[in-house]
């Protein structure tokens, strides 16, 4: 079974599995981010602009709230739009809100050349779109930890090197994250380290997937976040977030709202 067809087996495993429980609740949500910039893993994606980041996400959850499954679309679009751009498909499934899995279709229009600027090319070695796999615990009121295992499977990944100094297959770059989070009266605060996992190849690439040098810690961060009221009916969440990239030495203060 190839890779496509068992994360299909996969997902529709998962569907099945959900619908067996009794009074599933479906939710429809969809919004977005206007954000100072877009900052990424540690990465700036969005150049000197602010970002404007739209979503739309179908959910489906069990009554008893062991089993969700969401599937959604998000963006990201400078407001220069002379920088980069993003669309990505995602389809995730979540075990008691604690344990998650995740697979991302990342696409980013105008920044890829030729075949690989095509959305609906899908071939290994001509497409655009990067696939990645991610694991995560979520966290607790009781431990309030969270862990990221994220790793791209296919697609316009880094490359190997072989031995006659030409493309061999993809990298598989791997990327882990550590969080803490906590609710006080006022905000909610979160703080996170991550690391790129793997070191680009010698004399072929000199960065990896995250535009990094070698193997090490990429995104250094904390997030307070808030909901202002507006009206008696309508509070406005923003956020602000201090993010430090120790390998590039790079550092931003990111503030942003959500509609």
């Known amino acids: 079974m190839n890779t496509k067809n068992y994360l299909k087996f996969c997902f529709i495993a998962i569907i099945c599995m959900a619908a067996t429980q009794a009074r599933p609740q479906a939710s429809v949500s969809f919004g977005a981010d206007l954000m100072s910039r877009y900052i990424w893993r540690g990465l700036d994606l969005g150049g000197p602009s602010p970002s404007i980041q739209p979503?739309?996400?179908?959910s489906y959850t069990t009554k008893n709230e062991v089993h969700n499954i969401t599937v959604g679309a998000w963006g990201a679009y400078c407001i220069s739009g002379n920088v980069n751009e993003e669309i990505d498909l995602?389809?995730?499934?979540t075990l008691y809100s604690m344990v998650s899995l995740t697979v991302t279709d990342?696409?980013?229009p105008g920044l890829n050349t030729g075949e690989k600027n095509l959305y609906y090319v899908y071939t290994p070695d001509s497409t655009g779109h990067v696939f990645e796999g991610a694991i995560s615990f979520n966290g607790t009121k009781k431990v309030p930890v969270t862990l990221m295992f994220a790793m791209n499977?296919?697609?316009?990944?880094s490359r190997k090197m072989i031995n006659d100094s030409t493309e061999g297959k993809i990298v598989m770059s791997k990327y882990i994250e550590l969080g803490y989070k906590h609710s006080f009266k006022l905000f909610d605060?979160?703080?996170?380290?991550?690391?790129?996992l793997d070191k680009p190849v010698p004399a072929y690439s000199s960065v990896g997937y995250y535009q990094n040098t070698r193997a090490g810690?990429?995104?250094?961060?904390?997030?307070?976040a808030k909901n202002i009221k507006i009206t008696e009916h309508y509070s406005l969440p923003v956020q602000c977030q201090l993010i430090t990239n120790p390998m590039q030495q790079r550092v931003w203060l990111v503030f942003g709202f959500t509609l």
């Open 189 to 196: 605060f979160n703080a996170w380290i991550g690391a790129a």
């Open 217 to 224: 810690i990429i995104n250094i961060g904390i997030k307070a």
């Open 90 to 93: 995602f389809a995730s499934y």
């Open 55 to 58: 979503g739309l996400k179908f």
């Open 153 to 157: 499977f296919y697609g316009n990944d």
């Open 106 to 108: 990342y696409f980013f």
